[in-house]
């Protein structure tokens, strides 16, 4: 069953656009983050279903129910803001209490489930505390709770977690992922912050410039970028785009990147060939390669027709990792960043040979920037969301 | 929220229009007397339109000598504002900025002393006064006026002086100035803005003070206010006068609510509201 | 600057800059406070001892005890006064303060041309309250005020002038400080209210509540503060009201407006009767703060005045 449903949905303010035909579809029980940049679209689109911003144009469906003509208070959503937005001299159980009791709910089934929420939440201890003498992470908590005890429909987390410390971050993380489940409410999340939308969301829509450019699990989003935009948002540290030319030879696909000599051919194996074949596309362009740092590894067998030469302009050690700038030989700019295993060591100014895993390789076309072999078509090319 | 149509807006303001037109009508209908020929004011209905007069200008200006109430009302307004301004600033700028035992005490009392009810207050003043011989004598009443207008402004000053950022004048501290100096070199041209928003409500109030006027004042020292309240009572009212009069007294302060009215809708909140 | 000048010459040397240094906060609140003194706590003195003696006229006789106080607690009038003024104050202030905020509630999403519009309201609330007096009584005069006319006369409300009878009396001067002081209330309720965060209004809207619901459980309850403080100075000014009294009915007919404040005029003015005026005002300023620090208790933590 669908949760909820977003149809070509656009947002207007004046002349500027927000929010460009954005077509979501959410399964009942299910947590999406929309992940961008700020400015791209996503707080506009997440008020839009909250009722807080007007429709321009497009429907909102939430449990197959067109909402677009609804206050608020009848979506059946609740909301968690950036700032907590909590009712100040009200307790944390009067606040909790806030939303069922406007909704005149009895006054013992009101107990019942703010003791639950308590519970659930572990602010027992707090229940009659001042909620501005709380600690952010707390406030949070309080205003998560509130959003859960009326078992809404849907939950809206506007960038829930991010004016947290970098540790309550991570514990609160994991608690709305838990309730989230536990209650199996569908939610929707939305935040810049890709780690937060990697660990939490069932599905991530990526957002820039008003539009989705891609809406698929965490590990499609991270690997199957569909296009140069996602490719260069999602990641840390981002992915190595690489300008190229192609050349298809004995059935594999090679891609000739970098200045020096003329560039260096990379091998990017028979599957990206087979894809590209398969779709007929024409070689002659111009074309980017993707790849992200941990499919570089640094070649030591000697082989020098299928490892690159690159020098180490910085290095640095991030404990599991370390992480490598690399610059063509004898060239100063920066050209390709590699994560590779912390014993490697290495000093700055050292050659070394690295290769790339063309299994992980990603083309995207230089004019279009959208994925050709390796990622998954934009939203724009996949068929309509099911209206079955 | 959820963004405002323009049609409400426009729906508020013309109500609130209507608001004001309802609460400014009655003074235009005042002021309107001082200009109507004397004939017109009791017909029935009441008339609206006439041609003004100005007549009963130059007759209260002459009669009254209405130029000398006039002055003893700035004398009187003016030197309360002034010795106000001079005793309350130093004070202020001190429970503002400095560091004063028992401050939360001294603002206590000093509002306590603005409820003091005036009527109350006259008849010790009026027999002190009359032992120092400072009945109907302009001094005499600037000091009295000085139980509601000392603690308001050294008040509201005090408050305001307070959200003033005080950067500077820890770096003139540091530079090696006296705190004498950092009050007159540094803060006393901080707090001139609000120095001039509070010393003007001071006068406001000063100018329409009514009962120590009448009750310490005398014939040498009658201020407008009490002028006005004399129309009234001798041998039948004086409606045209008391219009002139009033007028009189309305224009310095529409001036000054003109310029200043988020100052003073502070002011009156005792500073409660950030106007 | 100027100043530079006085403060180089005034620049402290030696050990009296160490006394300055050190007693400069004290030197510069002293002159306010001893002012204070003077106006303030020294006249009060002065008041209880006249009110422990027999007076003639403004000369101080023989010490009386507490003969003026009994004199007074038996005098019917004193009470009526009391009442008077509490009806007054009762009646006045929560109708302004509910007109007011609900006048606020109205315009607070905004208007047009409110650079204009404010300051005109504000308007009769800074005038001498004199002046408000004679402008009511120049629109309630006998059967040609323009109030007299097209509202008490055409209505029938009472015969014989507003002023004739005690209840309609009562009822002008309510009205006049309801008339003078609402539109304060509604700019500083205005202010207020444009002052209050927004993020729980969102929030509730979220959570559905109802607008009279946001109104009585989040605005109402941020207002607190305020409304605590513009109802304690509305009970201070109103409870010694005295100027539109004097103008209007000079406390009649019969007894029935004499204000606490008017009452005190006429002992001393009238009837010279120093002694108990000032036993009245004793009683007056005792029962003043009683009061006033009874409001300043039950908003103590609302209020936020120091």
């Known amino acids: 069953?669908?949760?909820?449903?977003?149809?070509?949905?656009?947002?207007?303010?004046?002349?500027?656009?927000?929010?460009?035909?954005?077509?979501?579809?959410?399964?009942?029980?299910?947590?999406?983050?929309?992940?961008?940049?700020?400015?791209?679209?996503?707080t506009s689109t997440l008020k839009m279903m909250a009722g807080l911003e007007k429709i321009t144009e497009g429907n909102i469906y939430i449990e197959g129910r067109r909402v677009n003509d609804l206050k608020p208070e009848d979506r059946d959503v609740a909301m968690v803001f950036e700032d907590y937005s909590l009712y100040h001299r009200m307790s944390v159980a009067q606040n909790i209490a806030f939303p069922l009791r406007v909704r005149k709910v009895r006054r013992a089934e009101i107990q019942k489930r703010v003791g639950d929420m308590l519970e659930l939440l572990e602010l027992g201890d707090v229940a009659n505390a001042r909620v501005q003498d709380l600690s952010g992470g707390q406030q949070q908590r309080v205003a998560i709770a509130r959003a859960l005890v009326r078992e809404p429909a849907l939950l809206l987390l506007d960038e829930p977690l991010s004016h947290l410390d970098a540790d309550m971050k991570v514990r609160l993380r994991t608690e709305i992922r838990w309730l989230q489940q536990e209650r199996n409410v569908t939610a929707v999340l939305v935040t810049h912050d890709q780690l937060e939308a990697l660990a939490l969301a069932d599905r991530i829509a990526v957002m820039d410039s008003a539009r989705i450019h891609q809406y698929a699990s965490a590990s499609d989003v991270y690997e199957r970028p569909a296009n140069i935009?996602?490719?260069?948002?999602?990641?840390?540290?981002?992915?190595?785009?690489?300008?190229?030319?192609?050349?298809?030879?004995?059935?594999?696909?090679?891609?000739?990147?970098?200045?020096?000599?003329?560039?260096?051919?990379?091998d990017v194996g028979s599957s990206a060939f087979d894809e590209l074949a398969a779709h007929d596309v024409d070689l002659s362009g111009a074309f980017v390669l993707g790849i992200r740092p941990e499919h570089i590894a640094v070649s030591d067998d000697g082989d020098v027709s299928s490892s690159i030469s690159a020098e180490v302009f910085f290095s640095e050690w991030l404990g599991m990792e370390r992480l490598l700038m690399l610059a063509e030989p004898g060239g100063k700019e920066h050209w390709i960043t590699a994560l590779v295993r912390s014993e490697f060591s290495v000093r700055e100014g050292d050659e070394i040979r690295i290769t790339i895993d063309p299994d992980h390789a990603v083309i995207f076309d230089g004019a279009s920037g959208r994925a050709v072999a390796g990622g998954q078509p934009e939203p724009s090319e996949q068929p309509e969301p099911g209206r079955a | 929220m959820i963004e405002d149509a323009r049609p409400r807006k426009i729906l508020r303001t013309l109500g609130l229009i209507a608001i004001v037109i309802a609460f400014v009508f009655p003074v235009y209908w005042l002021l309107s007397f001082s200009f109507k020929p004397e004939r017109l004011f009791f017909d029935l209905p009441p008339v609206w339109t006439f041609d003004p007069i100005v007549t009963e200008w130059v007759n209260t200006f002459r009669t009254l000598k209405l130029w000398e109430t006039i002055i003893n009302s700035i004398i009187v307004a003016g030197g309360s504002t002034l010795l106000t301004i001079l005793v309350g600033t130093p004070a202020s700028y001190s429970l503002a900025r400095l560091r004063v035992r028992g401050k939360t005490d001294i603002m206590l009392f000093i509002i306590a002393s603005r409820m003091a009810p005036a009527v109350a207050l006259i008849i010790p003043f009026f027999l002190i006064y009359q032992f120092l011989d400072l009945l109907d004598s302009h001094i005499g009443l600037i000091f009295a006026y000085s139980t509601f207008n000392m603690a308001l402004y050294v008040w509201l000053l005090t408050v305001m002086?307070?959200?003033?950022?005080?950067?500077?004048?820890?770096?003139?501290?540091?530079?090696?100035y006296h705190p004498f100096q950092v009050f007159l070199r540094i803060g006393l041209p901080l707090m001139r803005p609000s120095i001039i928003a509070v010393g003007v409500l001071a006068f406001i109030f000063a100018w329409n003070e009514f009962p120590f006027a009448l009750l310490l004042g005398g014939r040498t020292t009658e201020t407008l206010p009490v002028v006005a309240a004399r129309s009234l009572s001798a041998g039948g009212v004086e409606w045209a006068r008391l219009a002139v009069i009033s007028t009189v007294m309305v224009i310095p302060v529409a001036v000054m609510v003109f310029f200043l009215h988020k100052q003073i809708v502070r002011g009156l909140s005792m500073g409660a509201v950030r106007g | 600057m100027a100043t530079q000048g006085i403060a180089a010459a005034l620049a402290p040397r030696g050990r009296w800059a160490e006394f300055l240094q050190r007693y400069l906060p004290y030197l510069l609140i002293a002159p306010a406070l001893i002012l204070l003194i003077l106006v303030g706590v020294i006249p009060f003195a002065y008041a209880i001892y006249l009110s422990l003696h027999n007076t003639f006229f403004t000369d101080v006789e023989s010490f009386a005890g507490i003969a003026n106080y009994k004199d007074l607690v038996s005098d019917p009038r004193f009470w009526g006064a009391l009442r008077v003024t509490t009806i007054v104050t009762v009646v006045a202030i929560p109708i302004q303060l509910v007109m007011a905020l609900g006048l606020a509630l109205l315009f607070y999403r905004g208007v047009f041309g409110g650079r204009v519009l404010s300051p005109?309201?504000?308007?009769?609330?800074?005038?001498?309250?004199?002046?408000?007096?004679?402008?009511?009584?120049?629109?309630?005069?006998?059967?040609w005020g323009i109030l007299s006319y097209w509202v008490v006369e055409r209505f029938s409300l009472v015969t014989g002038g507003v002023f004739g009878s005690p209840s309609p009396a009562i009822g002008t001067v309510i009205a006049i400080d309801i008339f003078q002081w609402v539109p304060f209330l509604t700019l500083a309720f205005y202010a207020g209210l444009q002052a209050l965060p927004l993020a729980p209004f969102r929030a509730a809207a979220v959570d559905g509540a109802s607008r009279w619901q946001v109104l009585r459980l989040l605005t109402i309850p941020m207002l607190y503060p305020l409304i605590a403080v513009l109802f304690l100075l509305r009970f201070i000014d109103t409870f010694k009201i005295f100027d539109s009294v004097f103008i209007l009915t000079r406390g009649g007919p019969g007894d029935s407006t004499t204000t606490i404040s008017y009452y005190l005029f006429r002992s001393v003015f009238e009837f010279w009767e120093i002694?108990?005026?000032?036993?009245?005002?004793?009683?007056?300023?005792?029962?003043?703060?009683v009061m006033t620090s009874i409001v300043y208790r039950v908003f103590h933590k609302r209020l936020r005045l120091i």
């Open chain 3, 275 to 289: 002694g108990r005026a000032a036993a009245a005002a004793v009683i007056v300023f005792v029962l003043f703060f």
């Open chain 1, 1 to 42: 069953m669908s949760g909820v449903r977003l149809e070509n949905l656009v947002k207007r303010y004046g002349d500027v656009l927000a929010v460009d035909d954005v077509s979501l579809e959410i399964e009942k029980g299910e947590l999406i983050a929309l992940l961008g940049p700020s400015g791209c679209g996503k």
């Open chain 3, 120 to 143: 005109l309201l504000l308007f009769p609330s800074v005038l001498a309250p004199i002046v408000m007096a004679i402008m009511w009584k120049i629109m309630l005069a006998g059967n």
């Open chain 1, 229 to 266: 935009i996602v490719a260069a948002f999602v990641g840390e540290p981002p992915m190595n785009l690489l300008d190229c030319t192609l050349e298809a030879v004995d059935a594999r696909l090679y891609a000739t990147a970098g200045s020096a000599n003329g560039g260096v051919a990379i």
């Open chain 2, 161 to 176: 002086t307070r959200e003033l950022p005080a950067d500077l004048e820890g770096v003139a501290e540091a530079d090696g």
